[in-house]
């Protein structure tokens, strides 16, 4: 049994926990806990003080854009993108619900605003208070500064005024050809420019001291205004959703639909005349028309973090089995013949370095090529053309892996296949491929690796839905929570990336004969 | 001229049969792209008061990164109809970038954008000018002031770089009008020069919107002219200072279009009526005013556009400049309810007048590089202002009681009277381009009485 979970903990590429199973199987126990030290206490207490320093330093570096966001606010912003995916499946739902599963829902909703109004009111309310307290306070600081200021320019501009007059005037009875004279008139002038730098220097630096009365901040007054933000939200998205409950219902509105619907099929039976008549019959099938439309409608919801995430990792697999289709046969062909691989060098050589930011266009106008109803198409071709160059980016470590490896068959394999007289195929399948796995895997790691980066800059450029659209969205929102918000990106792509590495780990242990140890 | 016009309109008026008086929907699950600007309002309201849905129409409204992105996808299909910058559908018929035939018949809003500069752009600015060294200076602020800044980078072998939107946006020319009205050349476009600059006294460059105060800061550019809410960040964030907004450079200029393809217009043309239809009523929600004349939707409007898959900023910098005020300084914080029109004023009918008005700019600063005649000004703007589109809409809506009969300039022959609202008083009269393109010191000119082409 222990030896069954240590071979699974071994092949998943768990291996730290290694020692916590032997430690409860009671085996040999200080030696354990060194180990468990070693491989999971340490990298906590690295994570713990990577944290710790994050905290310390975010406060303190502050740029007129925005402040570096701390855990907390980081923290705050991943639950607000939670929020608003659970608010949107709400509504979603709410659209379809019916009957008395409805009219509960409404209750709830309706108790819920008769709660928050009055909340929001009062919070809007004591907002108000606070906003015109700070203003006058600030009025109170700024008014005596700003009359000194004025005052200050005032004299500034005078002093600077008659020093300028004064020169003229002395210029004016400069002799001529007087070098000397000349000179000393020179020295003045420059004393009086210099003079003037200094006095704007001065005027400047006493504006700054106004600026920053404007700048002062009254946290009580923030916290209010995050409040009654809060709730004002709550109550827009209950106000939504009432909508989504009442008129707005799937089933109250094919109800409706239902109920005019009798009302045409009755004038239908009663109409006299032949235009009448046909008129009336048009009309009651428009009338199922539209009733057939509505019980097909859905509400149509707004891609949503968690969505986008899902559709991420579908399009980088897409990407990845399109890019390894290519790169597996090609690679065997060019492990297997030194003319093709002679032939591919240059091709290879010329294509690998290239960046996805240049493949997207190209891919971008060759898929919208073929698929000129984007309507109809089977995929989004935005979804296709990010795929594409995932693909086209990620394909070289696995043709060049793929290569090596069936060029790197040992001899005795090769000869004993000889002397077996195995045909074309069975060399290949039996022989080649099954030596060549490991380090085809090792390139399928690594360029899964790349893909995964690759997608989001595709998809940012391209605007198919998904990481890359929502970091591209956020940053144009530019909102106070957008900082906060590409934080949770990178820890979000960061443990995808991770789980697609373990997941390509395991597949190559799985492969390798000699369960060669695989680097974490 | 004109007559032509009054006949094609009291025609379209005649022909709008009883058959429209029902929509039959060619489609009913439409895709709309915006871009995260405030003046993107009118579809979103549309979608989420469900002015669309009361149209039987399924919206889904998505965010485009950028303008370009917005135009190709609504060319390849990928889009139905999007938020655009008005110079787009025309340059785009003619052929400026990318060429499709994109045509409008709904303006979505008036004025909304606002001119940028740097904080010690703006206080050199008040050292030249000391009017402006007050809490809250006399507007409207002219580039006068900014003239001596430029003269001694010139003299110093540099260039005040400036940013804007895009090639075709109304950024573009509101800012090379500012600092032309000053005297500033800001550039020409020629045949080999497609970015602008020859001849430039200040350097313009494309930026997009959400990057504009971050470059400010790093002082890339030293000012900017952008729609909202990328002025009042900068005043939040104390980046900058805004110092004129383009109320005051053209009064109730016309901002954004509702631009659709032409394919997709013939192909769903009630599907199209039922748009407008819809994002008229919207731009009526949006400037409903109470008795007192506050707009009563407004902060609902806000609270809506603030939600992340809208504009997303947040709901205090939105609500600064579409409330009806709009911050210049921490200390200068004015009353515009005018900052953004969304209905009042005939607002959202499509005039073939502020079509010419993006065309003459077109030609004087020579992104159209030859001269043209007073007909084919004309021609071009008829052939991407439609209308005939918007009267069939509001007439279904003047029926259903959901409008009234004074907000609609029914009997318009497309053209707003000459004004002088400019920020250099220049007359403009659409029906004479060549005479206005004539009337400004600094861009190309033309010879009267040019009939070919």
């Avoid at chain 1, 009302?263 to 028309?289: H, I, M, P, R, Y």
């Avoid at chain 2, 476009?189 to 959400?210: K, Q």
């Avoid at chain 2, 005939?388 to 409008?403: M, N, P, Q, S």
């Amino acid at each position: 049994m222990k030896f069954k979970i240590l071979k699974a903990l071994d092949v998943a590429g768990l291996q730290v926990f290694d020692p916590v199973v032997r430690l409860i199987c009671g085996e040999n126990p200080p030696e354990q806990f060194r180990k468990i030290l070693l491989f999971i206490g340490i990298p906590i207490i690295t994570f713990l003080i990577f944290i710790g320093i994050w905290t310390y330093l975010a406060p303190r570096h502050t740029t007129k854009a925005g402040e570096v966001p701390t855990p907390g606010v980081v923290k705050n912003a991943a639950d607000g993108i939670w929020v608003f995916h659970v608010r949107e499946n709400q509504k979603a739902e709410d659209f379809l619900l019916e009957g008395p599963a409805r009219e509960k829902a409404l209750a709830g909703v309706q108790a819920r605003i008769a709660e928050l109004t009055p909340l929001a009111s009062a919070a809007r309310t004591k907002l108000g208070e606070l906003e015109t307290a700070s203003k006058s306070q600030i009025d109170q600081q700024v008014g005596p500064l700003q009359e000194k200021y004025n005052a200050l320019r005032k004299q500034t501009r005078a002093d600077e005024k008659a020093r300028e007059e004064a020169l003229i005037a002395q210029a004016d009875s400069l002799p001529i050809g007087d070098a000397k004279a000349r000179d000393a008139f020179l020295a003045k002038v420059s004393e009086h420019e210099v003079k003037s730098g200094t006095e704007k220097q001065a005027l400047k630096d006493f504006k700054s001291t106004i600026d920053a009365a404007y700048a002062d901040k009254f946290p009580e007054m923030e916290s209010v205004r995050i409040q009654y933000n809060a709730y004002e939200e709550e109550l827009q998205y209950l106000s939504k959703r009432l909508d989504y409950l009442t008129e707005g219902n799937q089933s109250v509105k094919i109800s409706e639909g239902q109920s005019e619907l009798v009302d045409l099929q009755s004038a239908f039976l009663t109409a006299e005349g032949g235009k009448a008549t046909l008129k009336a019959a048009e009309k009651v099938l428009k009338q199922e028309e539209s009733i057939a439309r509505i019980a097909e409608s859905s509400y149509s919801r707004p891609w949503t973090f968690p969505r986008q995430i899902v559709r991420s990792v579908a399009c980088v697999f897409v990407g990845f089995f399109i890019g390894s289709a290519i790169a597996i046969p090609l690679g065997v062909l060019c492990g297997i013949s030194r003319v093709f691989m002679a032939a591919l060098t240059p091709l290879i050589a010329l294509f690998k370095p290239v960046s996805p930011i240049v493949w997207l266009p190209i891919v971008f106008i060759i898929v919208g090529g073929f698929i000129s109803d984007p309507e109809t198409a089977f995929v989004h071709p935005a979804f296709l053309s990010s795929a594409i160059t995932v693909a086209l980016c990620s394909l070289w470590p696995t043709l060049v892996n793929t290569a090596l490896g069936v060029a790197s068959v040992e001899k005795d394999h090769i000869n004993v296949a000889r002397v077996l007289r195995l045909g074309f195929f069975s060399r290949l399948f039996k022989i080649v491929l099954p030596s060549a796995l490991p380090l085809i895997f090792a390139g399928l790691r690594i360029s899964l690796g790349v893909g995964w980066m690759v997608l989001i800059a595709a998809e940012l450029l391209c605007s198919s839905e998904g990481i890359g659209k929502f970091v591209w969205d956020m940053f144009n929102n530019g909102s106070s929570q957008t900082f906060a918000q590409m934080f949770v990106v990178v820890f979000v792509v960061g443990v995808i990336g991770l789980l697609l590495d373990r997941i390509m780990i395991v597949l190559q242990r799985s492969v390798s004969f000699d369960g060669a140890p695989t680097a974490i | 001229m004109k007559r032509i016009i009054v006949n094609t309109a009291a025609a379209l008026a005649l022909s709008l049969s009883p058959a429209y008086a029902d929509l039959d929907l060619e489609k009913d699950e439409l895709k709309f792209g915006f871009i995260k600007l405030t003046d993107c309002a009118p579809l979103v309201i549309a979608k989420e008061k469900g002015f669309f849905e009361d149209e039987g129409i399924q919206a889904e409204v998505i965010a485009q990164p950028n303008w370009k992105t917005l135009l190709d996808n609504v060319i390849n299909g990928n889009l139905d109809g999007a938020h655009m910058l008005s110079g787009q559908p025309i340059a785009a018929t003619i052929g400026i970038g990318t060429q499709a035939n994109v045509i409008t018949a709904f303006t979505m809003d008036l004025n909304g954008n606002g001119i940028t500069v740097s904080n010690s752009i703006w206080e050199e600015m008040q050292y030249n000018d000391p009017a402006l060294d007050t809490p809250t200076p006399k507007h409207p602020i002219s580039a006068d002031s900014l003239k001596p800044i430029v003269k001694e980078k010139l003299d110093a072998g540099e260039k005040l770089q400036m940013g804007m939107v895009f090639p075709v946006s109304t950024h573009n020319y509101e800012l090379r009008y500012w600092l032309a009205a000053s005297g500033i050349n800001p550039g020409m476009y020629t045949e080999s020069d497609t970015g602008g600059r020859t001849d430039a006294e200040v350097e313009l460059s494309v930026t997009p919107p959400p990057m504009m105060p971050t470059v400010l800061e790093a002082g890339n550019i030293q000012g900017y002219c952008v729609g909202e809410p990328w002025n009042q960040q900068a005043v939040v964030k104390g980046i900058g200072v805004p110092v004129t907004t383009n109320y005051d450079i053209w009064k109730n200029n016309p901002e954004k279009v509702f631009g659709v393809t032409q394919e997709w217009s013939d192909a769903n043309p009630n599907t199209h009526v039922a748009v407008v239809k819809a994002l008229i009523r919207a731009g009526k929600w949006l400037d409903e005013k109470d008795a007192s004349g506050n707009f009563v939707n407004r902060e609902e409007a806000v609270r809506i556009l603030s939600q992340p898959n809208y504009v997303g900023a947040d709901y205090d910098v939105i609500k600064s400049s579409m409330t009806g005020s709009f911050t210049f300084q921490k200390s200068d914080v004015r009353s515009m309810p005018e900052f953004n029109v969304f209905f009042d004023d005939y607002a959202t009918f499509p005039w073939y007048s502020d079509g010419i008005w993006f065309l003459t700019q077109m030609r004087r600063w020579g992104q159209i590089n030859e001269a043209k005649s007073p007909t084919w000004y004309l021609e071009t703007v008829m052939k991407v202002y439609k209308p005939d589109i918007y009267l069939h809409a509001a007439k279904l809506l003047l029926e259903e009681g959901l409008i009234e009969k004074s907000e609609v300039p029914w009997d318009s022959d497309g053209f707003k009277p000459a004004t002088d609202e400019f920020i250099d008083g220049v007359v403009y009269d659409a029906h004479d381009p060549i005479g206005y393109l004539n009337s400004h010191k600094i861009g190309n000119k033309d010879p009267a009485g040019l009939t070919a082409n």
